[in-house]
């Protein structure tokens, strides 16, 4: 089970973009992505941080578009989700942030290991509020989907990399997500 915290102040999110470039023509690194379901938050989602385990392993912002989050210069070694945010509001400039801490004592469902270059999923979990008590932190929890799946990934990451001039350099891991598509598996 997951805490919210709504934290005070937009300026404290947006320092959590910050993310190292990733070099387009690096044969090494992977692609990472899954899909958060946020219908019944109090927010929409606009980042996930993936945490990494292991003796100097790196951690990773992952962008987010229309509930798929993603990244695609990923090392090899253990990742899993530790928190994703978003803000509530009609206007972003004032919008309220949000932080999530899905929880990194052992392992939770979106857990995987990279051990050579490839494309690898996460998972697709819903957001589900928990009760709480009036004076306590908001709970809840992350279910499993059985939809959007793998192959529905696959399909959505080659439209977005394709269309977005920043992303559409990638051609390594654009031609590992063409692969995954073309097996079929």
């Known amino acids: 089970m997951g805490l919210m915290a709504a934290t005070a102040g937009a300026g404290l999110v947006g320092c959590a973009f910050s993310s190292k470039p990733v070099d387009p023509s690096a044969e090494d690194l992977s692609v990472i992505f899954g899909f958060i379901d946020m219908s019944d938050a109090p927010s929409n989602i606009k980042w996930v941080s993936l945490k990494a385990y292991g003796a100097g392993a790196s951690s990773y912002r992952a962008g987010v578009e229309d509930g798929m989050f993603f990244h695609v ?45 490839g494309v690898f999923f996460m998972g697709a979990h819903r957001y589900v509020s928990q009760p709480s008590g009036i004076f306590e932190q908001a709970k809840f929890e ?44």
């Open 142 to 185: 992350m279910q499993p989907m059985s939809s959007p799946g793998e192959r529905d990934g696959w399909q959505k990451l080659l439209r977005i990399m394709e269309a977005d001039p920043s992303l559409s350099t990638y051609r390594h891991q654009i031609r590992r997500i063409r692969a995954k598509l073309g097996a079929g598996q």
């Open 73 to 117: 210069g990923v090392k090899p070694g253990a990742y899993q989700v530790e928190r994703f945010g978003g803000d509530r509001s009609l206007i972003p400039v004032f919008g309220q942030p949000y932080e999530y801490d899905w929880g990194t004592r052992g392992r939770n469902s979106t857990a995987v290991r990279i051990e050579r270059p």
